[in-house]
């Protein structure tokens, strides 16, 4: 407590009183400013780095090029063209994965001359030196073996029969516009049998995939693929044969507690409507 001498003059008091009288207003307007500062900060929301389209992706363990190849909404043939893999599309953890198109630059090849050897006039025109025009033979029409040639057994048209893979009411329906309805979810109960849809070979089996959770992904030609999400037991692994009607899981809940399939067809990459290829 600071003491004040009487005998001091009256201006040194009247100094001293109004200094001791704004010193806890001072303090205050201090302590408040501290406090909105670091509110401001905290609640300053957190920058993301904007995604650049394409690019690629790092391969994780228990990926398969079926399954980026969905993620992205690709066709897998051309993700495999892509990145110059061939059947079957061996990848491993680490792999980098391009998703866009690499670009090509077709460039001429520098012509090779000697030492002291000025180019040719017509090389400065853009054409080599000594070159003939070419004559190119009369077209012919093409032999009927080549315009009628026999497509593989694999995708003939309309070699597919899709089947109901479980029972139940539909609880949504396909929607081209949302990404998140790319399939339709059909209710049931906990553990009820999945069947395969059709014929085909397991391209991929996990839970990688986020918003599918169990997911068996099955490849039936080189256009249609199907995936059957949200399983509570798996019956099969990749690279198994599977016919239609086969027992490949039971039906599991969602993370909201409800019991579904979630169904969905692809073709050459595309979601398509189930409901225009499953059986009335």
């Keep these: 407590m600071i003491g004040l001498s009487l ?18 207003l001072f303090l205050q307007g201090c302590a408040t400013h501290t406090v909105s500062a670091k509110k401001s900060r905290a609640a300053a929301p957190k920058k993301h780095p904007a995604r650049k389209p394409g690019g690629y992706y790092r391969v994780r363990k228990g990926d398969s090029l079926y399954s980026i190849a969905w993620r992205a909404g690709l066709d897998y043939h051309t993700l495999a063209r892509w990145n110059g893999l061939k059947s079957p599309y061996t990848i491993y953890p680490g792999q980098k994965i391009r998703l866009s198109p690499p670009k090509i630059h077709n460039k001429p090849a520098p012509v ?72 339709i979810r059909i209710g049931g109960r906990r553990g009820q049998k999945i069947v395969a849809a059709e014929s085909g070979q397991v391209v991929y089996v996990g839970s990688g995939l986020i ?69 009335h």
């Design 211 to 279: 918003g599918y959770g169990q997911l068996i992904i099955i490849k039936h030609n080189n256009k249609y693929l199907s995936a059957y999400g949200h399983n509570s037991k798996l019956r099969v692994k990749e690279g198994d044969r599977v016919s239609r009607g086969q027992h490949i899981s039971d039906m599991g809940v969602t993370h909201q507690g409800t019991p579904l399939l979630y169904f969905e067809i692809r073709r050459y990459g595309k979601p398509v409507d189930p409901l225009k290829y499953l059986p």
């Design 112 to 183: 090779k001359r000697d030492a002291g050897q000025k180019p040719h006039p017509q090389e400065k025109a853009g054409k080599p030196a000594g070159t003939k025009p070419v004559v190119k033979p009369a077209s012919r029409p093409p032999l009927a073996a080549q315009t009628h040639k026999k497509p593989p057994k694999n995708v003939t048209a309309g070699s597919l029969h899709w089947r109901w893979p479980a029972r139940g009411r539909i609880l949504s329906r396909f929607a081209s516009n949302d990404a998140a309805k790319g399939g």
């Design 7 to 24: 005998t001091r003059p009256p201006t040194q008091l009247l100094c001293a009183v109004l200094v001791l009288s704004l010193l806890p």
